[in-house]
């Protein structure tokens, strides 16, 4: 697994992997508030 810094164009595939992970949309929509907040310190995306 290579880890890097989360792109932009990265975002939307996050947010639809956490709406299928999780029985609600919630937690998908937390992590989208968090990656707003703490932009410089978090964002890592594995592929």
Not at 16 to 30: D, G, I, V
Request: with cysteine; proline share 4%.
């Amino acid at each position: 697994m290579q880890i890097r810094n989360e792109l932009p164009t990265d975002q939307a595939a996050v947010h639809a992997l956490n709406c299928l992970a999780f029985e609600t949309q919630a937690e998908a929509h937390l992590v989208d508030a968090l990656r707003e907040q703490a932009a410089p310190v978090m964002g890592y995306f594995g592929n």
